[in-house]
């Protein structure tokens, strides 16, 4: 009966060691696979991510945003005229040099906002190849090696039955937690890519504020703000090799086990934290609202 008893307790402790180590590798693969894709869709341009998006936003910018944008480009220059007359005392104080200027800072502001499209993709191109470079120098992954997973098995075969059930309820718990929070990453991420094409279908009626002195900051604000988004995908990128090389500092080949879940489980909830903070870095770098 003993033997019998001795087989089944082994049997199951094998099967939760196995258990284990499916939680862990597996944990592992999927957080770093969508921190993978995080860094790649860090780097996109709106365009590269979807297409059919990218057609419907400009589509959408162009045929709905940009008239209204002409009118509030028609109402500004006319303020601009009636401010710039009683500026000259009723023409009183006339000088062609005024109305000249207005001509011209009115032809270049419509000139922007037609080619507003143009201008928000140049931006976004740049940033793309910033956060590209960046990416070929801050590199690194996540992923166990075979001498970790190794380690890790020479360690659980000196637990009892008791401490590898206490070992596995807990691996299971921060399995869980981690599918949470690599999912968490994703939604980051490619959130951000979203907010693009949101602020690019827009982007006619700020841009249209530019030639009154009075509106010009609404402008600029939109240009730090789409500057700023583009700054967020190295940030991105910075995070993440961050977060690489966090993880490949942990002792796999200690004894305590489960010290070794909950540390890697605190460097991912740290990622999601600094992954939500790098849009607020990114505006206050650039005095953006």
């Known amino acids: 009966m003993d033997q019998i008893i001795d087989a089944l307790t082994e049997g199951l402790a094998d099967d939760l060691r196995g258990g284990i180590l499916d939680n862990l590798s597996g944990m592992f693969e999927f957080v770093n696979a969508q921190v993978g894709q995080a860094g790649e869709a860090a780097a996109m341009t709106p365009e590269a991510f979807s297409p059919g998006i990218f057609a419907m936003v400009r589509s959408v910018s162009e045929t709905v945003i940009l008239p209204i944008a002409g009118m509030i480009l028609t109402c500004i220059a006319c303020i601009e005229l009636i401010q710039m007359v009683i500026d000259q005392n009723n023409m009183r104080d006339h000088e062609t040099w005024n109305i000249f200027r207005w001509a011209v800072k009115t032809a270049v502001a419509v000139i922007i906002i037609t080619n507003t499209f143009n201008i928000t993709m140049a931006v976004f191109e740049a940033a793309g190849t910033v956060v590209r470079q960046g990416a070929g120098v801050i590199s690194g992954s996540a992923a166990l090696d075979a001498s970790a997973i190794e380690g890790i098995e020479a360690s659980i075969e000196e637990l009892e039955l008791g401490e590898i059930l206490a070992l596995y309820a807990q691996s299971l718990i921060v399995h869980i937690a981690m599918k949470a929070m690599g999912i968490l990453v994703y939604i980051i991420v490619y959130g951000r890519l979203i907010e693009i094409y949101l602020m690019t279908s827009l982007a006619p009626i700020p841009m249209a504020t530019f030639g009154?002195?009075?509106?010009?900051?609404?402008?600029?604000?939109?240009?730090?703000?789409?500057?700023?988004?583009?700054?967020?995908?190295?940030?991105?990128?910075?995070?993440?090799?961050?977060?690489?090389?966090?993880?490949?500092?942990?002792?796999?080949?200690?004894?305590?086990?489960?010290?070794?879940?909950?540390?890697?489980?605190?460097?991912?909830?740290?990622?999601?934290?600094?992954?939500?903070?790098?849009?607020?870095?990114?505006?206050?770098?650039?005095?953006?609202?």
């Open 212 to 289: 009154g002195r009075e509106s010009r900051h609404m402008g600029q604000n939109f240009m730090r703000s789409l500057f700023a988004l583009g700054l967020q995908g190295f940030l991105l990128i910075v995070c993440i090799g961050i977060y690489a090389v966090l993880v490949q500092t942990v002792d796999y080949t200690g004894d305590d086990i489960m010290g070794v879940f909950w540390t890697v489980l605190a460097y991912t909830a740290l990622l999601c934290f600094t992954l939500f903070k790098t849009s607020g870095v990114a505006k206050s770098v650039l005095n953006a609202r």
